[in-house]
């Protein structure tokens, strides 16, 4: 057991998910964790991994966080294992999504003809809250504040603290003209920031308005929010290793210790802080 408060990434790429990438291939998803506590962030392909642990474990309750319903963000959930198995407790919470209450879309993802198994039969105890779109709450051990970010449909940013420690996950939000100010106060002084960055700022004026953003504008935000660790996510499905090894060291020239997340990378925030202090 870790008090401190840690990240780790089991889904980092955006769209769509692309298989046989060393970075990885699976959709967003990853898990924070401090203490006993532990939160998952999306359910893109990248939760099944993390459902098969959680069966090997003996963990009996998930709490998912979803950014939003978008395909790429809830593709794996039907296939987390654990909503299928009696003892097992699944909470999937977001905010509004602008169309239906949360838990007519989440009954929607297991329905014919779209999937075989109906949300009813599911033999694990699945529930669904709708936050608030500005919601402050506690989790066990960590406490999280989400805010509505820019984006075509709904999509909510969080930040999850625990003793002195935060990590701010946004992604799927398209920068502004100047610094996001919703963003600047949710990421301030945070220790970890994990960004959108699915574009170069070379490709990004084509795709003004698609809802997502670029590493330049990440390290702009950063600095801003005075944060040490900027970590660059939901890669672009076109986007191979060196490709994207060239876009981290870029990023890396204009914000030090910046990184591109990979599956399996595991940060500590206390790490960051210290780092930051040095």
């Known amino acids: 057991m870790t008090h401190d408060l840690t990240v780790r990434f089991l889904g980092v790429r955006g769209s769509i998910a692309t298989p046989g990438l060393a ?24 939760i099944r991994t993390l459902g098969n642990e959680r069966m090997a474990s003996g963990i009996r309750h998930s709490t998912i966080l979803l950014s939003h319903l978008h395909w790429d963000h809830v593709a794996g959930l039907q296939f987390f294992t654990p909503v299928y198995v009696p003892g097992h407790r699944v909470e999937i919470a977001s905010g509004p999504n602008g169309v ?47 805010a509505r970010l820019n984006h075509p449909d709904p999509v909510y940013g969080y930040r999850l603290e625990h003793a002195g420690q935060s990590i701010v996950y946004a992604t799927d939000t398209e920068h502004f003209s100047c610094v996001d100010p919703t963003l600047k106060k949710l990421a301030a002084g945070a220790d970890i920031l994990i960004y959108d960055a ?81």
């Open 23 to 46: 970075a990885g291939g699976n959709t967003a998803c990853v898990e924070v964790v401090a203490g006993d506590t532990r939160i998952i962030l999306d359910a893109g392909t990248g």
């Open 100 to 146: 239906m209450s949360h838990d007519a879309a989440i009954r929607a993802l297991f329905k014919a003809p779209f999937f075989p198994v109906d949300f009813d039969d599911l033999a694990g105890t699945v529930t669904t809250r709708e936050l608030r779109p500005n919601d402050h709450f506690t989790i066990g051990d960590i406490t999280i504040t989400m």
């Open 198 to 278: 699915q574009y170069t700022p070379e490709e990004y004026p084509s795709k003004v308005g698609w809802g997502h953003s670029t590493w330049e504008a990440g390290a702009e935000l950063a600095r801003a929010a005075g944060v040490p660790q900027l970590v660059l996510f939901h890669h672009d499905p076109s986007r191979g290793d060196a490709a994207l090894a060239t876009l981290e060291a870029a990023a890396q020239a204009a914000l030090p210790g910046t990184v591109a997340a990979r599956e399996g990378l595991v940060l500590n925030a206390r790490d960051a802080e210290r780092a930051a202090a040095a």
